[in-house]
């Protein structure tokens, strides 16, 4: 399953702490209107999250 997060703030960022412990999807998307944003949600997270 491939999963599209919209908004990388403070919940956006809790739900990619939270999905980075599960498997039940293969490729999370993390999208914010401030790009630098979506990528420190991802920081350090594995190769399923861009």
């Known amino acids: 399953m491939r ?3 919209i908004g990388a703030g403070g919940v ?3 739900v990619v702490a939270i999905a980075a412990r599960r498997a039940f999807f293969d490729t999370m998307v993390v ?3 401030d790009e630098t944003r979506a990528a420190r949600a991802v920081a350090g997270r ?3 999250f861009v």
Request: hydrophobic share 40%; glycine share 8%; proline share 0%.
């Open 3 to 5: 999963v599209l997060l």
């Open 12 to 14: 956006g960022s809790a």
């Open 46 to 48: 594995d190769d399923r």
């Open 31 to 33: 999208a914010d209107h």
